[in-house]
């Protein structure tokens, strides 16, 4: 298992683990015990050294190129922390993903951290879900682009605990903009659709540290 495997290995348990504290009801000695363990791990995580995340150029090439073979090794290499298809990242939704000819699908069971109504997903967690399936479609036509809006229609409320999926595809382009639509859906219930306008840029400008004001 390499260090990447085992930190996604590390970080689906911790997901589970805080859509399991906001599920159950723990007393105050279970919650003590809690604490101290957590201090516990907080302390070993903190002890390692920074993580630094570097892009391989010809990756990026590769990309810009439309090689569509590296396309879905580099949107994993790009998104693994993600908080929503990130699978090492703790706390998002670890959503999985895949092509389907020129449409982009992403799958993902909406745990009880994101619970906005009883039973029922936050209306921002379908919106991001519908955003990241959105930037998949650049990664289907060697594009990059950013969100420069995004409207979402909620038709049914998406259920805590079950599957939901998000479909999104390019509409058009025109010069820089690129129309996205997408939908989402839960068993056979429609829950959203989606359109979004997006901007490309020069793939390089994402991969520099935003400046600070």
Do not use: C
Not at 37 to 64: C, H, K, Q, Y
Not at 173 to 194: E, F, M, N, P, W
């Amino acid at each position: 298992m390499t260090n990447d495997e085992r930190r996604i290995a590390v970080a689906t348990r911790l997901r589970a683990l805080g859509h399991a504290f906001v599920d159950r009801d723990l007393s105050d000695d279970e919650l003590d015990r809690l604490a101290h363990d957590v201090d516990a791990l907080l302390a070993r995580v903190e002890a390692g050294g920074p993580r630094t995340v570097s892009i391989d150029p010809d990756l990026v090439e590769a990309f810009t190129a439309q090689r569509l073979d590296t396309v879905s090794y580099l949107h994993e290499y790009l998104v693994s922390d993600s908080v929503v298809a990130g699978g090492a990242n703790p706390m998002g939704l670890g959503a999985r993903h895949w092509r389907d000819g020129d449409v982009a699908v992403m799958e993902a069971v909406i745990g009880k951290a994101f619970e906005g109504a009883p039973g029922r997903s936050h209306g921002g967690i379908i919106a991001t879900l519908i955003d990241e399936t959105m930037g998949f479609v650049l990664g289907l036509h060697g594009l990059f682009a950013l969100t420069a809006r995004l409207v979402v229609t909620y038709r049914a409320a998406a259920p805590v605990g079950q599957s939901v999926v998000a479909r999104a595809w390019l509409e058009r382009q025109d010069g820089r903009k690129l129309t996205i639509g997408a939908s989402v859906t839960a068993g056979d219930v429609r829950v959203a659709d989606a359109e979004a306008l997006f901007i490309t840029v020069d793939v390089t400008s994402l991969l520099d540290e935003p400046e600070s004001n």
